[in-house]
Structures are given as structure tokens and as C-alpha cells.
């Protein structure tokens, strides 16, 4: 029933979602980003990088699924299936061979309104004998059945509020939960939840902990990306409201060298703050580091590397503007003391909406780059990186039109994405 329920209301909300997932639309949005001069970046290569010396061969374009509807993302199982995450609250396992499952039950209630859903999917590192699965959403209140809402009820009626009457709001809760798959992959069991507080993608480190990002929660201080616009200066609404990435263990503990521990004001499981919307992450195998990918405003796209405790300066500053085309927090700041700059920008937007860092053999002349899902670029770009830089950008796959959802290496070495048209697409060389 909830299946029929969520897939009859897809159809009326469908372009609101895709907008709303986009770069959080605000009222009034009627400006253009290449109406305005592009911000100067703090240093060379920071944005705009050259193509690479050498342009990318010629790849093959298979369709593996032709129509999954509103897929996020998407994880690789031992045997080969992939299990993927649908906006509209559903979670299916796609098979190689074009069919995919039945949607499987026991998913917790999902709340989809504006660029709140079903999002990440992630498998246990140990999945093959324990498992588990991670994934995030967006939970109605108590008492609220589960349903696609317009875009209004999450932001024009809250920027339209004042914070005393925003925190009485009965919205919902962005959740990261763990449940165990069945053996028969229909349903899941013991589901519990982990976190509230975050809903974006979920990444594994080398040591074990899990990183989860969250964007802005806007809606429990004075927040206003159109009216009024003022610098955020209290240091516990930007650790605790602002984007933030967090870092766990995998049962929900928190690790005892988080950097927050010793300040009580800020919630334990807090690494990093002051971002916008972080829909993408992946580790550097090189490295160990995590980058992340995060959409700007109206302009100002970032790829920032993560420093524990850092703050990365949401909402005071960014090289993006309002909706309506005046400055961020009232002054435009790209950089501001204490703040971290982005590694990299993009203006105006492409809507990066996933990350991954390639290692297989199947491409050898692209190991080591990062892939980031370009949805408004309507392309998958390639990053080629040194030393913590960009120092190159292609672009590819733009003759497909396409707004590209999720990257992911899978175990054949092929890279697989998914687009908001619900194609499960498989790239390999050209031969």
C-alpha cells in the first residue's frame, strides 16, 4: 500500500523534487548566475582547471536497468546485484540482467518533501557474513503516514516563520539507521536507528569509524537565503545546524578522539561544520582523506578535503550567491578567518550529487581520479588530482543529457551511475 501510495504521488511531484535536490530552492528565485561577474577564487587552480593533457578514449554506454524510479544510490553486493535506493521511499536489489526486485519490506516510514527522502545506501564492510546495511532518510513526525508533500511545507512555510515558531514545526527527522537484509533479500529486519541529525551519503574510513553528511538544517535558527541576510555568529548554531560531516562507529558509539569531546555544546558525533549540502563523499585511497562535495547556493559548488573540527564557512561564506542574486550573509565573503576554503569550485552550478575515486584496471589512465555526479552539468566530471589539488576537469558523458545521480566503481572495474531518468547505466573501455 505504501508502495501505490508513494508511486501515484512521484508522477505530480517529480519536478519538484529534482529542483528541490538540485541546490535547495528558495522563494523568489528568479536570478541567474552568469548575470553576475564569478567570484575570484583564493588561489590558482581553484577553480575553471584545464582539460587534461590528454582526453579521456572513447567509453561504452550500456544500460543495465532502463527504469528504476527516482533512484539516489546505489551498493555493490558480493554476488554481484546492487542495491539501490529510491526517492519515493522504496529500496530494490537490481540484478545484471535488467530485472530488478520487488521493493523490500520493513523500510522504515519515509517523509519525501522537497530534498528530504530515502538517500544513501551503504553495506557493512563484513555485509558478506553479518549482513547489515546502513542507509539515511528523512522519518515523518510521529503520527504523520508516510507521503510525497509539496516543496512549500519544508521551505517556504519555514522561511516564512520565525525560529520560535520554526522550533515548534512538526517536519521531521533526518535519520541514519543499520538493519540486517534477509537471506532472501525481500525484507529487512532489526532495524534501528543510529543517529538523527544527518541524511546524506555514508562512508566507511580505513580505521573502521563511518563519516555521514548532513546539510544545512536551516530551519532551527534564523536562516534566510532570500530576505534579510545576516552573518551567523553564535559558534553552537554553526557546529550544530549548519551542514555538518559526523563520524561514528558503526553501532552508533562515538569514537573517543572525535574533536568535539570536550566542548559540551556540541553534539559528540560532530567532525566538521559550516557546510551547505554535502551529497557526495569518498575517501582518497592515496591519501586515506576525505573529500566531500557539497552544492552551493546560487553559484559556488565546492569539493572540500575534511579536517577534523574544521569549520568549511556556511552560511557566512561562500562563492555563491542568494536566490534572488544579492550576496551571501550580506557582505558576498569567499573566505573569512578561521574558515577552511574549498580545494575547488564550480561557477555557476553543476549540482554535484556523488564522488568516488576510481582504482580499477579497466581504466587505467583515469586511477587515482575523482568522479563526481553532475547533475545541473548534466555530465560525469572528471577531476584528475595531486597534492590535494585539481589540477584538471573533463567532462563526460554530456551527449546523453543526462542529470547523473550516483557514481560507483563496481567489482568488474566498470563504472556504474545512475540518472534521474532511473537508468542503471555501465561504462567500459570502447573497444
Do not use: C
Not at 298 to 314: A, H, K, L
Not at 354 to 371: C, H, I, Q, R, V
Not at 412 to 420: H, N, Q, R, S, T
Request: glycine share 8%.
Amino acid at each position: 500500500m505504501q508502495k501505490k501510495m508513494l508511486a501515484r504521488a512521484a508522477v505530480g511531484f517529480a519536478a519538484l523534487i529534482a529542483l528541490a535536490v538540485a541546490a535547495f530552492p528558495a522563494p523568489g528565485q528568479t536570478a541567474n548566475p552568469r548575470d553576475y561577474p564569478p567570484p575570484k577564487p583564493a588561489f590558482a587552480g581553484q577553480t575553471n582547471a584545464p582539460p587534461p593533457s590528454k582526453p579521456s578514449p572513447p567509453v561504452n554506454v550500456e544500460t543495465i536497468v532502463s527504469r528504476i524510479p527516482a533512484p539516489w544510490a546505489m551498493a555493490f553486493m558480493p554476488d554481484g546485484k546492487i542495491l539501490v535506493t529510491e526517492r519515493y521511499g522504496s529500496m530494490v536489489v537490481a540484478r545484471m540482467d535488467g530485472v530488478y526486485s520487488a521493493p523490500i519490506a520493513g523500510v522504515p516510514p519515509i517523509k519525501v518533501v522537497a530534498a528530504e527522502s530515502l538517500h544513501d545506501v551503504a553495506l557493512d564492510p563484513d555485509f558478506a557474513h553479518n549482513r547489515l546495511i546502513y542507509f539515511t532518510y528523512f522519518a515523518p513526525p510521529p503520527g504523520e503516514a508516510p507521503a510525497v508533500w509539496p516543496v512549500k511545507y519544508f521551505y517556504d512555510n519555514v522561511f516564512n516563520a520565525t525560529v520560535a515558531q520554526r522550533r515548534t514545526m512538526r517536519i521531521g527527522e533526518e535519520r541514519l539507521a543499520r538493519a540486517r537484509l534477509s537471506e532472501d533479500e525481500t525484507h529487512l529486519e532489526d532495524v534501528q536507528v543510529l543517529l538523527d541529525g544527518v541524511n546524506r551519503r555514508i562512508i566507511f574510513a580505513p580505521d573502521g569509524t563511518m563519516f555521514v553528511t548532513g546539510a544545512d538544517r536551516f530551519r532551527f535558527y534564523d536562516a534566510n537565503y532570500d530576505g534579510e541576510d545576516h552573518q551567523v555568529t553564535d559558534p553552537d548554531i554553526l557546529r550544530n545546524f549548519t551542514g555538518r560531516v559526523v563520524r561514528i562507529n558503526p553501532d552508533g558509539s562515538i569514537p573517543k578522539d572525535n574533536p568535539f569531546l570536550a566542548d559540551p555544546t556540541v553534539l559528540p558525533e560532530t567532525y566538521s561544520y559550516g557546510h551547505r549540502d554535502p551529497e557526495g563523499a569518498a575517501i582518497d585511497p592515496a591519501t586515506g582523506k576525505l573529500w566531500v562535495v557539497e552544492h552551493g547556493p546560487m553559484g559556488g559548488d565546492e569539493v572540500n578535503i575534511i579536517q577534523p573540527g574544521g569549520n568549511y564557512g556556511w552560511p557566512n561564506v561562500s562563492y555563491g550567491r542568494r536566490y534572488n542574486g544579492k550576496p551571501i550573509a550580506g557582505t558576498g565573503a569567499t573566505q573569512m578567518p578561521g574558515t577552511i576554503q574549498p580545494v575547488y569550485f564550480w561557477y555557476p552550478d553543476v549540482a554535484p550529487g556523488s564522488a568516488m575515486f576510481y582504482t580499477g584496471d579497466l581504466f587505467p589512465e583515469w586511477k587515482g581520479n575523482l568522479f563526481v555526479g553532475g547533475m545541473a552539468a548534466h555530465a560525469l566530471i572528471r577531476l584528475v588530482v595531486k597534492n590535494d589539488r585539481v589540477v584538471a576537469e573533463e567532462r563526460l558523458l554530456t551527449n546523453l543529457h543526462e542529470r547523473i545521480r550516483d557514481v560507483v566503481q563496481g567489482p568488474d572495474g566498470a563504472i556504474y551511475i545512475l540518472d534521474d531518468d532511473g537508468q542503471l547505466l555501465r561504462l567500459t573501455p570502447k573497444k
